[in-house]
Nanobody, 127 residues
Framework: QLQLVESGGGSVQPGGSLRLSCKIS????????MGWFRQAPGKEREGVASINRGVGSTYYRDSVKGRFTISHDAGKITVFLEMNSLKPEDTGTYYCAAMRDYCSLHNPLRALDFAFWGQGTQVTVSS
């Protein structure tokens, strides 16, 4: 079993930045895919970014490309989501998730593929 704990959420003005962290505990292999998802009130959960834990290849939804960066630390036990140029539409609860395989090449941001989830951290972008 894996435990995922997110931190780093908060409230910022449009154009601001936040860095989310996801601490991983438990047994995890290098061929796992780690992802960040978000859910706004009244909307479905959507994939934001994912990373192959061992290889380091990354994937992003179109609306965050060039603004968000997913990465992990040298020990690969913490996954980060660096968010810059934040917009009001980025508001939501952000979840960290893990999948017991490499990220899917066809749909690397599909929530159904991820078996382990954190409790979420709130991000609010508002003036």
């Amino acid at each position: 079993q894996l435990q995922l704990v997110e931190s780093g959420g908060g409230s910022v003005q449009p154009g601001g930045s936040l860095r989310l962290s996801c601490k991983i505990s438990g047994k995890i292999a290098n061929n796992y895919c780690m992802g960040w998802f978000r859910q706004a009130p009244g909307k479905e959960r959507e994939g934001v970014a994912s990373i192959n834990r061992g290889v380091g290849s990354t994937y992003y939804r179109d609306s965050v490309k060039g603004r968000f960066t997913i990465s992990h630390d040298a020990g690969k036990i913490t996954v980060f989501l660096e968010m810059n140029s934040l917009k009001p539409e980025d508001t939501g609860t952000y979840y960290c998730a893990a999948m017991r395989d490499y990220c899917s090449l066809h749909n690397p941001l599909r929530a159904l593929d991820f078996a382990f989830w954190g409790q979420g951290t709130q991000v609010t972008v508002s003036s």
